[in-house]
């Protein structure tokens, strides 16, 4: 056994590039792991840069000085985070408290038409059933309330946090757009001469990774701008904050749609009932959900994350309990540096052993 151990050691970390990558790893997912929520501004600050790189990038091939695109990138940036937090965010609070001073009345709503399914089809479902089942809902909307609750009091606590992010995070945005090379030079002194493997690696990731954060960015104002339209359009109540909601689902490939279709189905029947108005609301989201998964997805990414739809599950469930939805944004980029590992691990293991 101890020579099997042995045997298989010396055949993928006897190489010295093989360690170095492994290693590296290991202390990044330490740090992640350890004091992730200390460095929860410049992780914030890095994951904003990395996305406006693009914009940078794209200034700059338009024969843009650099200094005068980094200016322009970030000038925009501040601008928008400005108008949704003047513009969008109050909005989307307003109607998220409107929701939910009416879930008392929705669930009164609820309950009369769920009392009445024992007397039109007593052979399917008993007055027990249905006892059982409202006392649930009453225990679940008690259990809200109280999170409710919780919640606005921790964010009354955390709103000092917030402001100091509110500065904090900006600065560090423009220093790392502004420094990037010189941060990147910085690094490598730290690294080894021979790093051909962590090199491939990083570019792989890089290519991919870089491309997936800021199509999935632009998937999401597309598919919550478009959403809001149709909402609006058809008179849906809470249409800016449902919209919201269905553009963030887009996170979870998959798993968002399927949970989001309750809350658009519960407002469109609360609000028109069993008819066609609810019937158009459906077929609104539904078909958005289709041109999102079938024409918006391969257009913005094509072939950029080669990844199994059930690897991708997995890693939403792994990541997203580690790190929440933090761990849910990255979960494709993090499963994409987790393919490139394993694809250049048995390449190098393969010419160490020929």
């Known amino acids: 056994m101890i020579r099997l151990l042995n045997q298989w050691y010396e055949?993928?970390?006897?190489?010295?590039?093989?360690?170095?990558?492994?290693?590296?790893?290991?202390?990044?997912?330490?740090?992640?792991?350890?004091?992730?929520?200390?460095?929860?501004?410049?992780?914030?600050?890095?994951?904003?840069?990395?996305?406006?790189?693009g914009a940078v990038a794209w200034l700059r091939q338009r024969k843009v000085p650099n200094f005068i695109a980094i200016i322009i990138t970030f000038s925009s940036f501040i601008f928008l985070v400005l108008l949704s937090l003047v513009v969008l965010a109050p909005l989307i609070v307003r109607q998220a408290i409107q929701f939910m001073r009416e879930i008392p009345?929705?669930?009164?709503?609820?309950?009369?038409?769920?009392?009445?399914?024992?007397?039109?089809?007593?052979?399917?479902?008993?007055?027990?059933?249905?006892?059982?089942i409202l006392s649930r809902l009453q225990s679940q909307a008690t259990d809200l309330s109280q999170k409710v609750v919780s919640f606005s009091l921790a964010s009354v606590v955390d709103l000092l946090s917030f402001m100091v992010y509110l500065v904090v995070v900006p600065l560090l945005v423009f220093f790392f757009l502004k420094d990037k090379e010189k941060i990147f030079l910085?690094?490598?002194?730290?690294?080894?001469?021979?790093?051909?493997?962590?090199?491939?690696?990083?570019?792989?990731?890089?290519?991919?990774?870089?491309?997936?954060?800021?199509?999935?960015?632009?998937?999401?104002?597309?598919?919550?701008?478009?959403?809001?339209?149709?909402?609006?359009?058809?008179?849906?109540?809470?249409?800016?904050?449902?919209?919201?909601?269905?553009?963030?689902?887009?996170?979870?490939?998959?798993?968002?749609?399927?949970?989001?279709?309750?809350?658009?189905?519960?407002v469109a029947y609360f609000q028109w009932g069993y008819g066609s108005e609810m019937m158009y609301a459906l077929i609104a989201y539904g078909v958005i959900q289709f041109l999102d998964g079938n024409l918006l997805v391969p257009l913005l990414f094509s072939e950029m994350v080669n990844i199994h739809p059930a690897a991708i599950i997995g890693a939403v469930l792994v990541f997203g309990g580690l790190w929440g939805i933090w761990g849910v944004f990255f979960a494709i980029p993090l499963a994409t540096v987790i393919h490139a590992v394993i694809n250049a691990w048995p390449r190098l293991s393969d010419n160490i052993v020929g």
Do not use: C
């Open 11 to 53: 055949r993928h970390f006897s190489d010295p590039q093989v360690a170095i990558l492994a290693l590296l790893l290991i202390m990044v997912t330490a740090v992640i792991a350890l004091i992730g929520d200390i460095l929860t501004p410049i992780l914030a600050a890095i994951i904003i840069a990395y996305l406006l790189d």
């Open 105 to 132: 009345n929705m669930l009164a709503k609820g309950q009369s038409v769920i009392m009445e399914l024992p007397v039109k089809y007593p052979n399917i479902i008993s007055e027990d059933q249905i006892g059982d």
């Open 186 to 266: 910085w690094f490598a002194n730290f690294m080894p001469r021979d790093r051909a493997l962590v090199t491939t690696v990083w570019k792989e990731v890089n290519d991919k990774t870089s491309g997936y954060v800021r199509g999935k960015f632009l998937e999401i104002l597309i598919v919550w701008v478009i959403t809001y339209i149709a909402f609006l359009f058809l008179g849906l109540d809470y249409a800016l904050l449902l919209s919201f909601i269905v553009g963030i689902s887009v996170l979870i490939p998959y798993v968002g749609a399927a949970l989001v279709t309750l809350p658009v189905a519960m």
